[in-house]
């Protein structure tokens, strides 16, 4: 049998981490990762370009994270975001900070960031075992309190057992929920797991290509109750509603479907004009449209699409009418300021960002990450019942978490206490 002071399950964010973490501390780790390389989800973070952290000071980054921001407070203050950008400068990586404080690498290539990584974790000294899959994890006796079987026969035991296998969202690149069962295994309580950061689809949607509104406002309605508003950046592609408050908005928007409530969404087109302002400028358009000598003898809808077209980006115009059949341009006015549509679906794990829910937080002492039932056993990452707004917190969440991971368990290991 195979040995390791420590054994990660996962090469993603949390685990390279925590690998980093525990062998720069002098313990023995190996990493088995099931996929032919490490990373595989954070190479498409970001679109490619990898947003892997926010620069916001606490009070402003608790804000994004969801169910009990509380809970991350330790692993943030243990690896800051400025800690963070400096951990990977020593690897050679440099960043830069865009607009809303998010963190990317200066390259703008994701694939650097994983790179960083995997320099730390292996010059730290840990061993990076990959096309390695785990079948199952069960308790050992001893100083040897972890015993893990692998699909190729092997297996392996450990002092330490740090479980870094992340949750079900883009299941092509590894994330398939296999930390699940064996959590459940172990006796810890699972938390319902949902697809967040996605899309949410509208009855009878019908848009097929890719169109950012800047600058909107966002009202999501649940049961006939305002929920939650957002302002900002929102796009329409072919999944649905997304972009930035798109993604806000579905983690709430996607718990209350699952749940059986009915969800809609409100969108203001011109949140930045008053209602008496807008009305004014309309009809000061149609005015003008109407007395122009290119709409004599032109029919009531073509001028009105000419109105439409100095309001409106044309490739949504279709989808707007479509949610009010009888608009005229008296009624235009309020129609662009109450966008009513009402929410009937969403885009799953295979395109989700992140997953919500997991091994619940109760489970867990957030001063080292070790479970409160298992001696030795750590959690870290995305099977933690701990989730984010898009911004690059929850990829700071899987840095964090996996490092703070990571240091406990050295800490702890006898061998070197």
């Known amino acids: 049998m195979l040995q390791s002071d420590i054994i990660i399950i996962g090469a993603g964010a949390s685990g390279l981490m925590a690998a980093y973490g525990a062998a720069s501390r002098g313990c023995e780790v190996t990493v088995l990762e099931k996929m032919p390389r490490p990373g595989r989800k954070i190479v498409i973070t970001g679109k490619g370009r990898c947003n892997f952290t926010n620069v916001k000071e606490w009070n402003d980054f608790q804000s994004h994270i969801y169910p009990k921001a509380a809970f991350l407070r330790p692993a943030f203050q243990n690896l800051t975001p400025v800690q963070l950008i400096g951990f990977f400068e020593d690897h050679g990586l440099a960043s830069t900070v865009e607009r809303g404080d998010r963190a990317f690498p200066e390259s703008h290539r994701s694939m650097d960031v994983v790179d960083a990584l995997v320099r730390a974790a292996e010059g730290a000294g840990a061993k990076i075992i990959c096309n390695c899959s785990v079948t199952n994890t069960i308790e050992g006796n001893g100083e040897w309190r972890f015993i893990v079987n692998c699909a190729d026969g092997s297996s392996w035991r450990c002092r330490k057992l740090i479980i870094t296998t ?51 406002g966002i009202r999501l309605v649940i049961d006939g109750n305002p929920a939650q508003d957002e302002f900002g950046d929102l796009d329409f592609t072919d999944g649905g509603i997304e972009g930035p408050i798109g993604f806000k908005l579905s983690r709430k928007c996607v718990k209350a479907q699952i749940n059986g409530s009915k969800v809609s969404v409100v969108i203001d087109l011109k949140p930045a004009v008053s209602d008496t302002d807008l009305e004014r400028r309309v009809q000061s358009l149609w005015k003008e449209i109407c007395n122009d000598r ?123 206490s």
Not at 167 to 174: F, K, W
Not at 298 to 323: C, E, H, N, W
Not at 382 to 390: R, V, Y
Request: net charge positive; aromatic share 10%.
């Open 166 to 216: 992340g949750g079900l969202s883009y299941p092509r690149t590894g994330s398939t929920g296999d930390g699940y069962p064996w959590a459940e295994n172990f006796g810890l309580k699972l938390t319902a797991r949902f697809p967040s950061l996605t899309a949410i689809r509208p009855r009878d949607y019908r848009y097929s290509g890719t169109i950012s509104l800047k600058n909107v």
């Open 294 to 416: 290119r709409s004599e003898g032109k029919p009531y809808r073509t001028k009105f699409a000419v109105l439409l077209g100095k309001l409106l980006p044309m490739d949504i115009v279709t989808q707007f009418m479509a949610s009010f059949p009888d608009l005229d341009h008296n009624r235009l006015p309020r129609a662009l300021k109450n966008w009513k549509l009402d929410i009937v679906g969403h885009v799953g794990y295979e395109r989700c960002v992140i997953t919500a829910g997991g091994v619940s937080l109760d489970e867990i002492n957030q001063k080292t990450l070790e479970t409160k039932k298992v001696p030795g056993l750590y959690l870290a990452g995305e099977i933690l019942d701990l989730d984010a707004d898009t911004g690059g917190y929850n990829l700071h969440i899987a840095f964090s978490t996996g490092y703070l991971a990571g240091i406990s368990a050295a800490r702890q290991n006898p061998k070197i």
